[in-house]
């Protein structure tokens, strides 16, 4: 069965320096990834997405994802981390049914 | 645009009642899903919808039940609600099979007591 594990459950950085979760997928195929962001209490918001185009995948709020097919990752990076960074974030792999596999997801603390 | 509306957005519930969580789209997606989220967990698929008319299980959909009358509407149904129940769920939506990504509504944080 295809699955996602998101390497740290949760993840501490002071503002200002940069910001590394970490995405394993497992798959036999290229697949569909994204990254979701969820603030307290909300909704979870696309962040981006990588569906077999260029490797390095920018988004929104200056973060950016790296697919490397050999390692089976699909870390997700950020320069700078701002306060309002502070979120759980949600590696989401699509399966071949075109369904979505969560991975449990890390939560990201922003230090003053 | 309102996107995907999910009402209502809290409620508890006695073991044995039942409700129904609705879900709305306006942005005239083909697809539609349940998820349900437990603490410190990704988020599991109750059902989904390809279409209006037609519906499926997802991953964990024993005592729920849905239905799809229209494209812009998906509820969901807790029958006999039991504690294992208690959760937030998601309804979201996507253009033709998602890969460009699904659009999730702010949640129902459900306790059953």
């Known amino acids: 069965a295809q699955s996602v594990t998101q390497l740290d459950s949760h993840v501490s950085v002071s503002e200002g320096t940069p910001v590394l979760l970490r995405c394993n997928y497992s798959?036999?195929?290229?697949?569909?990834l994204f990254w979701y962001v969820q603030h307290p209490n909300k909704g979870l918001q696309l962040l981006l997405k990588?569906?077999?185009?260029?490797?390095l995948v920018k988004g929104i709020n200056g973060f950016e994802a790296e697919f490397k097919k050999s390692e089976t990752s699909f870390h997700l990076t950020k320069p700078s981390a701002h306060m309002s960074d502070a979120a759980e974030y949600f590696c989401?792999?699509?399966?071949?049914?075109?369904?979505?596999?969560f991975g449990s997801g890390t939560r990201l603390l922003v230090r003053p | 645009n309102a996107g995907v509306t999910q009402t209502p957005k809290f409620r508890i519930l006695k073991i044995g009642q039942s409700m129904t969580l609705q879900c709305t789209q306006d942005?005239?997606?083909?697809?539609m899903y349940w998820y349900r989220q437990d603490p410190g967990m990704g988020l599991k698929l109750i059902y989904y919808?390809?279409?209006?008319?037609?519906?499926d299980k997802g991953e964990v959909p024993n005592g729920y039940n849905v239905s799809r009358s229209t494209t812009e509407d998906f509820p969901l149904r807790l029958e006999l609600a039991a504690p294992s129940q208690t959760s937030v769920y998601f309804c979201?939506?996507?253009?033709?099979?998602?890969?460009?990504?699904?659009?999730f509504g702010s949640g129902t944080r459900l306790t059953v007591v």
């Open positions: 919808s390809v279409g209006a008319g037609i519906t």
């Open positions: 798959s036999s195929y290229s697949p569909s």
């Open positions: 989401v792999q699509m399966d071949s049914s075109y369904k979505l596999i």
């Open positions: 990588y569906t077999s185009a260029a490797t």
């Open positions: 979201a939506s996507s253009y033709s099979k998602g890969r460009e990504g699904y659009t």
């Open positions: 942005m005239n997606h083909n697809y």
